[in-house]
DNA sequence: TTTACAAGTGTATTTTTTACATTTAGTAAA
DNA sequence: TTTACTAAATGTAAAAAATACACTTGTAAA
């Protein structure tokens, strides 16, 4: 016996919209739901909170059951408690958005057939709140993007100028300046420029560029606050 | 009987940060924990989420139950799920902020005697992990207040340039120009100049402006980008 | 009438952002 | 071997935004 009221438990679960990136398009993964209600449609992937873990263990879990992957980009955004947001049940659920690097996850994807990719302009129903959430995703998505380095970690650990430019065009959902945009990413010094080229583009080949860690560290602020 | 597992449910909390400002420094407010465990400790407003109400409408309730009013700006932020944030039983805790007038909100404030403003700067230790909300809640209130108008609720409805200034000053933490300052919030382009000056601060007075919420509901964006 | 005090106001400078076009390197085809 | 093609690489001038900065005004009290 203790000091509160069982009365108002409430199941706790936690959906995430994750974020991927195939060279042309900002991609969010979802699965076919395979139980009732809404059996058939698409859905984030989700969890339910369990006893002895947090909600980012639970985020963590939900992710790396799905990619095999342990570090992945995660961060929580809002929590969701419309009386009738699942039909089955009350229930509250966190969401996170996580970030992934496609060509890693890929192989793991294959494996789990409900999943699949969608790009976020053609992003299908999702069953009950769940493209509230996505909305709401997208728009902190764009907003830490602007200011703060995350969307690397939708790249390939080497990557072009131009891959990191259409990333950030399709996040930010614009046309940006080629050489204002090399300018400011320059200036952001983060990056460490290889001395090996990306020949698949071009005949005269791209500089593959790799994200400099220590270098983003270092730096007092985590937040670089680049307005592209 | 349903397909959800009711092993798993918890206790959902509400907590809420609430800002107000006195003319001179930004405050917030704790209330004295009245029970055990921690009883005696300074602790946030807070209370469980009942069977039939959302998140918002809980944070409402206690907000309304502690200040009488009902329209407070309010914002969910965060929720937080260590396994032992509360020692009594497992607890989950979403925390939102509000923005309260003192000068209307001090009636009922007398009423209830565990209450208490505190300057940002001289908080007290809280009980759980309240001083984390806080903090975490201060960074979130900084970001909006840059771009967006939400600080107006802190002020009485008519007030100086002088008093925005300071409690621009005391939010952002920095002092600002004056001249700057003005021009910036005039280009803004939603206040009202009244024809009347208060006189308590100088011999020569100062005009009284107040909120057009008519402008500002009429520009397409909610959020001004006004970096001070 | 002088003093004291905060209110009110504008411009020049610096920094940041934006707009914009040509040359280069390499491959493949003539 | 020359030519044609394609994407890569690069810098500067103009515009906009942010900052730094100081004197005049109005009123009450001495």
């Known amino acids: 016996m203790n000091a509160y009221n069982p009365q108002d438990k409430v199941l706790l679960a936690v959906d995430c919209i ?27 992937i989700g969890g339910f909170l369990k006893k002895e873990e947090t909600l980012n263990d ?15 980009y995660m961060e929580q955004f809002y929590t969701w408690s419309n009386i009738d947001r699942d039909p089955v049940e009350r229930t509250i659920s966190t969401s996170y958005y996580a970030i992934i690097n496609i060509q890693e996850y890929n192989e793991k994807l294959t494996e789990h ?31 830490r993007t602007s200011i703060s380095p995350i969307g690397f970690g939708l790249l390939p650990e080497k990557f072009t100028m131009r891959q990191l430019q259409k990333l950030y065009e399709s ?34 080949g791209s500089y ?7 270098k983003y560290d270092a ?7 680049l307005k592209l």
Do not use: C
Request: glycine share 2%.
């Open 18 to 44: 994750i974020f991927g990136f195939d060279n042309e398009d900002l991609k969010v993964l979802f699965v076919k739901r395979d139980f009732e209600p809404e059996k058939g449609n698409w859905s984030l």
């Open 58 to 72: 639970a985020a963590n879990r939900i992710l790396h059951n799905l990619t095999g992957v342990n570090d992945i």
């Open 113 to 143: 057939h409900n999943a699949k990719w969608f790009s976020l302009t053609e992003a299908p129903h999702l069953i009950f709140d769940h493209n509230e959430m996505l909305a709401k995703a997208t728009r902190r998505l764009r907003r």
């Open 171 to 204: 996040i930010l959902d614009k046309k940006l300046d080629k050489r204002n945009f090399v300018n400011k990413i320059k200036s952001m010094d983060i990056l460490i420029k290889l001395n090996e080229k990306d020949m698949t583009s071009s005949t005269k």
């Open 208 to 214: 593959l560029y790799i994200f400099d860690q220590e």
């Open 219 to 225: 730096k007092q602020t985590n937040d670089f606050y």
